[in-house]
């Protein structure tokens, strides 16, 4: 899944990986759960992720590695926050390669810059199972607790508006170039994520119906 902070990416990859009873693989959130059990990956990670920069390919890339290796990944999965960037995306294809598989699709969630900061403010997610929802688009049944969990929403961090305005820059200058490399080699699908959500939904399926 590709798009900018607060696409809408993660929740779309949540429930493809449902349909599809595959993992859902975010870097973001191995990060965060890093994080929270205070590892010594996640002390490091934390510094890049408060101000909004990406964290440096050598904590991140062998993380991803490790985790699409494992068993689960089998039948496949949805990666989501990965690749960030241009080298990132190499070393997933060489990899991937080598064990005679290949990325399936890029799927990019497209949503102008104007929309993401409106978004995000209203962002809040859930500090112990990592759901996300929105006061407005994607309300849990009880005002701010976890649908999942019952854990108390909160707001993150790095959804704060100048963090979100510094991580859309990052995004500019290091992730959106994924769009013509996944386009030059024919996986990118391109869906509106300013749509209605679950019409995002349904563009995503009949992509993957192909
Ligand atoms: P996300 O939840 O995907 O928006 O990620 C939150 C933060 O984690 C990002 O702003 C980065 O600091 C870090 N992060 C997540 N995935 C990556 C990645 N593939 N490469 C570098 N940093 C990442």
Known sequence: MLGAPGAGKGTQADII?????????????????????????????????????LVPDELTVEMLLDRVAKDDCKKGYVLDGFPRNIPQAEVLDKELSAHHDAVDYC??????DENIVTRMSGRRSCPKCGAIYHIVHIKPDKEGICDKCGTALTQREDDREETVRKRLAVYHEQTAPLIDYYEKKGLLRTVDGTRDMKKVTEQIFSILKD
């Open 107 to 112: 799927i990019n969630v497209d949503v102008p």
């Open 17 to 53: 990986a449902a349909k599809y009873e595959i993992p859902h693989i975010s870097t973001g959130d191995i990060f965060r759960a890093n994080l929270k059990e205070g590892t010594e990956l996640g002390k490091k990670a934390q510094v890049y992720m408060d101000r909004g920069d």
